[in-house]
């Protein structure tokens, strides 16, 4: 929204929520989420015609257009748990819509929700008191963390689905202000909300297929990164998202899948239904893998043993840890007893701690006693990568910071136990180089030749 603001002066924008805190978070100098450019962004378009306010319901009266934004996490309960998508809060905010509206409105869906959830939304602003239209719409957001100021900026393509080609219009028209009409796809509302969970599936499959040779890899001498150049430079197949890494994160990857998997169940095709699951299935596999070849490779015994954990975020410039492979391997290294000191360059320590805790406590919430203790003890965050590798048996990489790739690791080495161990979980790092000061380097996806 702050982009649409920035882009297009002549539109006012009001973005609402219910919490005070983080919409004073959105009007003050440090954002709630941390995101290159962002700021610059809200900067130039906030108090222009870029709002951000908690006055819902006047917000709502005085639009043309609502853009229903809220987050649609795995449900945790109930039908569906694990892997259907909550939408009590679509579902409250169109009732909200619908009470406080008293003109007509296009209604954008950006939320990423299963497909036919717009007939739902339709239904429900349909049933309130008035004669008022409301037109539906589907436009799912593609931006990646990390680098969303661009991609919103040059989109690869603005898709937008619904049965009303004016209220279509209206939407394109917003997004003219700076995107090439060749790049707006109209389509119907199903395939607009479909086409957002299949981009998701293929793009973690990519991740996943690459993951499952990077096992073979291992196992027979070839070397990942050079499988994954050399496929890549097919056309057909193309260069991006063949990073073989420790596993996928993300609020998106895993959510959408799993969303897409109980669809098809719940449309009769348990084979389609199975084919995605195998997707998340082959990434827990290689975040388990990279725990278990840590505790292997280090005599099979961590405990007692500081490991430095590089990054916690689920991929670089962002301080999102939402689903980041980070957290699975520490709780496993935690589980294994081992002493972890984390250093995340924008991950504050309440959350590194709330991502343990909620994830070792498991389906009650509830951790035991021994567990607390060892989240109390066993935990630590530092404030430098070489801070966290001071002492330590061994540094994992989690997170592709650019900063890990330029430590002074002759230093890091000398101050570290011996066998210094590194575990490279986004082969960053240039292993022949540490391999020379002493180090020893396990990557993903590189055999002994
Ligand atoms: C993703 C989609 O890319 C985006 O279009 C959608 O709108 C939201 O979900 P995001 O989750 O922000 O975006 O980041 P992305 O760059 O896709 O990375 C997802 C995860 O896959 C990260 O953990 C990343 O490290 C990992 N990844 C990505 C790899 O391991 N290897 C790759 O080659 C690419």
Redesign the pocket.
Known sequence: MAMIAHQCPDIDVHVVDLNPERIAAWNSEELPVYEPGLYDVVKQARGRNLRFTTEVAAAIRESNMCFISVNTPTKTHGIGAGRAANLEFVEKCARTIAENSDSDKVIVEKSTLPVRTAESVKRILSSSKSDIKFDVLSNP??????TAIDDLLKPDRILIGGDNATAIEKLADVYKHWVPNDKIIRTNIWSSELSKLT??AF?AQR?SSINAISALCEATGADVDEVAGAIGTDSRIGP????S?VG??????QKDILNLVYLCEHFGLPEVAKYWEQVVVMNDYQKRRFSTGIVKTMFNTVSDKKIAIWGFA??KDTNDTRES?AIYVCRDLLEERARLTIYDPQVSIEQIRKDLEYLMGGVDGQLTDTQRRVLNENVNVASSAEAAAHEAHAIAVMTEWDEFRDCDFKTIYDSMMKPAFVFDGRNILDAEKLTKLGFEISSIGKGEG
């Open positions: 957001e593609f931006l990646a963390e990390g981009a998701n793009l991740v991006r998202f063949l990073k890494s996928f994160g993300g609020s998106c990857f689920f991929k492979a």
